[in-house]
């Protein structure tokens, strides 16, 4: 055997799950097609995309609140869009170039081209100029990630009709944009053109943005995205999607069910990944696939294939980043020997828009359909000192706690440091606290984290100090 390890997918998780590998003393290899490491996060996602939603966030700040804060800017700020993109861009190398040292670093062979199983123990890897070599390993590793998912009557030019992909890195400032889908991707990277002067219109199927998250999330979000200035319609479902040279023009059912259309510069489609499993030659192999095309694992991510492994958006679970790297570890110290273990449901799922969103656990609905007891404790921003200082009181932490044990059953943010927060709620669950033991912590004044006890005192006998 070439190795002990090969991981397909230089992402989070594969990247990550290398560097353990590497560190328990495996001979591990990376394969990589692209020219840079890590993957759709690093590249065309969490990294680039939080790079515009902050300098956004600075733009839409300067141009609108500056006076309310006692500045006095003299003149009017106006943004390069080109500087603001070749912005984005320095951070993704500075990123991806760090993972080019992490991997040197570790010492991990880094097999750049296309990778393909030949047999169970074997993998082809084809290079730009159509070399191809073969390797051999102990185990295998499939971190190949996701792709933007589409609608069976929408066609994708990536000029007009466009992915997130394409939307990061648009030639100039759109003056319109249609976002089809109000999950995370579509209001985050709604609001950063929104911010930065395009008319948004974001169009959701279900009857709120969000709408995977607590339903009280949904609403909060709606009304911020509408005081940015963005057009949100929800239960409204699209027919049609039509690119044209200068303009792209949308059909849609409205909430009566009449057929309405609009017209935009620009038209993203959001409504979702897809695992890329495609081309990787597991039909040479005893790998098996479900309906959805994702890679079939068990608990251990193992395959029907004992010596293959799968991680990451390949695979069942939330498409999550961190998600993939937690795997990446679990799969690299369980070939160690070792006894890993991740509490799937204490996964933070976090937005980055303004306020921020965040969430952990279990929300009202699944614990209503599990017939779990349970008891909300929830706590405006608007009672927070720090918050108001900061002309940052949207929002609100809801707790979720067991109406028996008081267990920490689930937290949800909107609002300042919202993704940061959360943590605090993630440690605490680890250690199954209950909403007392929070209550009962001394928190440092004044923080927004305060606002998180305060929602923990609200659900322990609703006593909130400050509400």
Same mark, same amino acid.
Not at 89 to 106: A, C, E, P, R, Y
Not at 304 to 333: C, N, Q, R, S
């Given at each position: 055997?070439?190795?002990?390890?090969?991981?397909?997918?230089?992402?989070?998780?594969?990247?990550?799950?290398?560097?353990?590998?590497?560190?328990?003393?495996?001979?591990?290899?990376?394969?990589?097609?692209?020219?840079?490491?890590?993957?759709?996060?690093?590249?065309?996602?969490?990294?680039?995309?939080?790079?515009?939603?902050?300098?956004?966030?600075?733009?839409?700040?300067?141009?609108? @609140?500056?006076?309310?804060?006692?500045?006095?800017?003299?003149?009017?700020?106006?943004?390069? #869009?080109?500087? #603001?993109?070749?912005?984005?861009?320095?951070?993704?190398?500075?990123?991806?170039?760090?993972?080019?040292? /992490?991997?040197?670093?570790?010492?991990?062979?880094? %097999?750049?081209?296309?990778?393909?199983?030949? @047999?169970?123990?074997?993998?082809?890897?084809?290079?730009?100029?159509?070399?191809?070599?073969?390797?051999?390993?102990?185990?295998?590793?499939?971190?190949?990630?996701?792709?933007?998912?589409?609608?069976?009557?929408?066609?994708?030019?990536?000029?007009?009709?466009?992915?997130?992909?394409?939307?990061?890195?648009?030639?100039? %400032?759109?003056?319109?944009?249609?976002?089809?889908?109000?999950?995370?991707?579509?209001?985050?990277?709604?609001?950063?053109?929104?911010?930065?002067?395009?008319?948004?219109?974001?169009?959701?199927?279900?009857?709120?943005?969000?709408?995977?998250?607590?339903?009280?999330?949904?609403? $909060?979000?709606?009304?911020?995205?509408?005081?940015?200035?963005?057009?949100?319609?929800?239960?409204?479902?699209?027919?049609?999607?039509?690119?044209?040279?200068?303009?792209?023009?949308?059909?849609?059912?409205?909430?009566?069910?009449? =057929? =309405?259309?609009?017209?935009?510069?620009?038209?993203?489609?959001?409504?979702?990944?897809?695992?890329?499993?495609?081309?990787?030659?597991?039909?040479?192999?005893?790998?098996?696939?479900?309906?959805?095309?994702?890679?079939?694992?068990?608990? @251990?991510?193992?395959?029907?294939?004992?010596?293959?492994?799968?991680?990451?958006?390949?695979?069942?679970?939330?498409? /999550?980043?961190?998600?993939?790297?937690?795997?990446?570890?679990?799969?690299?110290? /369980?070939?160690?020997?070792?006894?890993?273990?991740?509490?799937?449901?204490?996964?933070?799922?976090?937005?980055?828009?303004?306020?921020?969103?965040?969430?952990?656990?279990?929300?009202?609905?699944?614990?209503?359909?599990?017939?779990?007891?349970?008891?909300?404790?929830?706590?405006?921003?608007?009672?927070?000192?720090?918050?108001?200082?900061?002309?940052?009181?949207?929002?609100?932490?809801?707790?979720?706690?067991?109406?028996?044990?008081?267990?920490? %059953?689930?937290?949800?943010?909107?609002?300042?440091?919202?993704?940061?927060?959360?943590?605090?709620?993630?440690?605490?669950?680890? #250690?199954?606290?209950?909403?007392?033991?929070?209550?009962?912590?001394?928190?440092?004044?004044?923080?927004?984290?305060?606002?998180?006890?305060?929602?923990?005192?609200?659900?322990? $006998?609703?006593?909130?100090?400050?509400?």
């Amino acid at each position: 055997m070439n190795y002990d390890v090969i991981i397909v997918g230089s992402g989070p998780g594969g990247y990550v799950c290398a560097i353990r590998c590497a560190q328990l003393g495996m001979k591990t290899a990376l394969v990589e097609r692209y020219s840079t490491l890590g993957g759709t996060c690093l590249n065309v996602g969490c990294i680039p995309s939080k790079a515009l939603l902050d300098m956004s966030e600075k733009y839409h700040f300067s141009t609108h @609140d500056f006076a309310s804060f006692g500045f006095d800017v003299s003149g009017s700020i106006s943004i390069n #869009f080109g500087r #603001f993109i070749e912005r984005k861009n320095q951070v993704v190398h500075q990123i991806t170039s760090g993972v080019d040292f /992490l991997m040197k670093k570790n010492k991990i062979d880094l %097999l750049k081209g296309y990778g393909r199983f030949v @047999d169970d123990h074997t993998l082809e890897v084809q290079g730009e100029d159509g070399t191809k070599n073969q390797y051999t390993a102990k185990n295998f590793v499939i971190a190949t990630g996701s792709k933007p998912a589409t609608l069976p009557f929408i066609t994708i030019d990536k000029k007009r009709v466009i992915t997130s992909t394409e939307a990061l890195s648009l030639p100039k %400032l759109p003056k319109t944009m249609i976002v089809i889908g109000g999950g995370v991707i579509g209001v985050e990277l709604g609001s950063v053109y929104a911010r930065l002067g395009t008319e948004v219109t974001i169009i959701e199927y279900m009857d709120r943005l969000l709408p995977g998250m607590d339903k009280d999330i949904g609403k $909060e979000m709606g009304r911020a995205l509408k005081k940015l200035g963005i057009k949100v319609m929800t239960k409204t479902e699209v027919t049609a999607v039509k690119g044209k040279p200068r303009s792209v023009e949308v059909s849609y059912k409205n909430k009566k069910g009449e =057929e =309405e259309s609009m017209k935009a510069e620009y038209c993203m489609v959001s409504v979702g990944r897809r695992p890329f499993t495609d081309g990787l030659g597991l039909e040479h192999t005893s790998v098996e696939k479900d309906d959805w095309n994702r890679i079939k694992s068990d608990d @251990d991510m193992r395959t029907t294939a004992a010596h293959i492994f799968a991680i990451g958006d390949v695979t069942t679970g939330p498409m /999550l980043a961190h998600k993939a790297e937690e795997e990446g570890v679990y799969v690299a110290e /369980l070939l160690a020997g070792q006894k890993p273990h991740i509490q799937y449901n204490l996964i933070p799922l976090a937005v980055y828009t303004s306020p921020e969103v965040a969430s952990i656990g279990y929300g009202e609905t699944a614990l209503a359909d599990q017939n779990i007891p349970f008891k909300t404790g929830k706590f405006p921003f608007k009672g927070n000192g720090r918050a108001v200082a900061s002309s940052e009181a949207n929002g609100f932490v809801k707790v979720l706690a067991h109406r028996d044990t008081d267990e920490i %059953l689930g937290v949800h943010i909107i609002g300042p440091k919202a993704t940061e927060m959360i943590h605090e709620a993630a440690i605490a669950m680890e #250690f199954k606290a209950s909403a007392e033991d929070i209550a009962r912590t001394c928190f440092a004044h004044p923080t927004v984290s305060e606002a998180f006890k305060e929602a923990c005192l609200a659900a322990t $006998e609703d006593r909130a100090i400050h509400m």
